[in-house]
């Protein structure tokens, strides 16, 4: 079979959102070494990683504004250069303070790239589910590499070059990026930005009722993930009792799941129904987030990770159910709102985590998270159950 354009256009994308979020998962095995470092304590540096995924949902909106008027693969390249570049910042920061900010800006410029690459498939791809699964599967893809390879060099070198790792992975894709993918025409490049911004435009596009329940599903469901994304390994390092390079493997084995997870539900939704393959997904999350609390054999742990990575696979699914909400003009600008709404909500999960983890222990923590996913599951089922229409 030819190898197609569009078949570079997704390919890249994947690729630059691995970067993105090898970037940001880097961090996470190292924590321990950063937490030592600096002397703080886990809801400090929950916060400092709250403010990067803060940051990086507050882009989203921004970034859909600015590929309307600019075209998405300069913002796709601002997205992956920028990303490499704070990394390596990141890697030198002489204090905590420091350390948070620059994690800030991090967060900054990798948000400007999902909710780009996902209007740019939308132009190039009528399997929306199915190209949004695979282009997901670079964030779950560089979850995989990232864990085991920062803690490898955590351990032997110290977190500082395990952040630095990130600019080696960036610099290959930014090339690659800017040298194979075509301009794209812009879709509203006369529109005054400022008009872009108009509060009752804006509310109007996230009060409608499809819309905003879709995003009180997905503020819950992020919310769960990025708790997860931020604690994982430490929770395996502190309530497990495992060592860093064991937690990092295991939390390369969620990341196996996810990037599968991504790719079948992407698929499955195109197929069965947006709304089915995300509460299925759901409630294996939350099955698997008890199971890890009330663990005590290797093999349920096991399936525990299993069940969790893949209850955290439901963007490929939810993101596609935003989207088909909102007409082709809307998608640049409509997309990347409610991916600020939902990931700025959802950045909580890190400071919810710590927190929790500091007042109440670790099992506590994770048990709340699987009641979230829980809650999320019901109002699907409510939903469907009751032909609400939501």
Request: with cysteine.
């Amino acid at each position: 079979m030819r190898w197609q354009y569009r078949t570079t256009v997704l390919a890249l994308c994947l690729l630059a959102f691995f970067v993105t979020y090898f970037a940001r998962m880097a961090i996470s095995p190292v924590i321990p070494f950063i937490v030592a470092e600096f002397d703080v304590s886990n809801t400090a540096i929950g916060f400092a990683l709250t403010g990067m995924w803060l940051a990086y949902g507050l882009s989203q909106f921004p970034s859909g504004v600015l590929s309307d008027r600019y075209g998405e693969k300069p913002v796709i390249l601002v997205a992956v250069g920028g990303t490499s570049i704070a990394s390596l910042l990141l890697a030198f920061a002489p204090a905590f303070p420091v350390f948070a900010a620059l994690a800030i800006v991090l967060g900054l410029v990798a948000g400007l790239h999902y909710a780009v690459a996902t209007t740019l498939l939308s132009r190039t791809y009528d399997e929306l589910g199915r190209a949004v699964g695979i282009h997901s599967i670079g964030g779950p893809l560089a979850g995989l590499i990232a864990p085991v390879a920062s803690a490898w060099v955590g351990v032997r070198y110290g977190w500082r070059p395990a952040l630095a790792l990130a600019l080696a992975v960036g610099l290959p894709v930014f090339a690659l990026f800017a040298w194979r993918i075509r301009p794209t025409e812009p879709r509203r490049p006369a529109q005054p930005m400022r008009e872009r911004f108009d509060l009752a435009v804006l509310f109007e596009l996230v009060g409608r009722p499809a819309v905003a329940f879709t995003l009180g599903i997905a503020m819950l469901g992020t919310f769960v993930v990025q708790g997860l994304l931020t604690f994982l390994p430490t929770f395996f390092v502190d309530h497990l009792g495992y060592s860093a390079t064991l937690a990092g493997t295991a939390f390369s084995a969620f990341f196996v799941v996810r990037t599968v997870g991504q790719f079948v539900l992407g698929e499955f939704s195109d197929r069965y129904g947006r709304d089915l393959a995300i509460g299925g997904s759901m409630f294996a999350g939350a099955l698997g987030l008890f199971g890890l609390v009330i663990g005590r054999t290797d093999a349920t742990i096991g399936v525990a990770v299993l069940l969790a990575g893949f209850g955290s696979s439901f963007f490929s699914a939810i993101d596609p159910r935003f989207l088909d909400q909102f007409g082709d003009a809307e998608r640049g600008a409509g997309f990347g709102l409610v991916r600020t709404v939902y990931t700025v909500v959802g950045s909580a999960g890190s400071v919810g985590v710590g927190l929790l983890a500091d007042l109440f222990g670790w099992g506590t923590a994770f048990l709340v998270l699987a009641g979230l996913f829980a809650i999320t599951f019901g109002a699907l089922a409510v939903n469907w159950a009751f032909d609400l229409g939501y």
